[in-house]
Nanobody, 121 residues
Framework: QVQLVESGGGLVQPGGSLRLSCAAS????????MRWYRRAPGKERELVAL???????NYADSVKGRFTISRDNAKNTVYLQMNSVKPEDTAMYYC???????????????WGQGTQVTVSS
């Protein structure tokens, strides 16, 4: 089993910054893609950003130039640096990992519990 623990959410003013973290632990052999999703009230879940095992990144158009995804492979952790935040960034943010587990064939998907980000003055 793999556990994901997210942190870093909270209340931030428009134009401010916030850094989300998601640490994976458990029976991990390798972590492939790591992603951040978000879901705002009344809206569908949206892929915010992803980073591959090789470090390639991709972003939703709505966050390009403002958010940065990164990972620390030694710590099995993915980060989302959120700058110049806007009220429309308000949502529950979830991390997702695709992993290979020790002693098990195949790849497995895990989700974090979510961390709330609220952008308001």
């Amino acid at each position: 089993q793999v556990q994901l623990v997210e942190s870093g959410g909270g209340l931030v003013q428009p134009g401010g910054s916030l850094r989300l973290s998601c640490a994976a632990s458990g029976s991990i052999f390798a972590i492939n893609t790591m992603r951040w999703y978000r879901r705002a009230p009344g809206k569908e879940r949206e892929l915010v950003a992803l980073i591959t095992s090789g470090g390639s990144t991709n972003y939703a158009d709505s966050v390009k130039g403002r958010f940065t995804i990164s990972r620390d492979n030694a710590k099995n952790t993915v980060y989302l640096q959120m700058n110049s935040v806007k009220p429309e960034d308000t949502a529950m943010y979830y991390c997702y990992v695709n992993v290979e587990q020790k002693g098990m064939a195949g790849r497995y998907e895990y989700w974090g519990q979510g961390t709330q980000v609220t952008v308001s003055s």
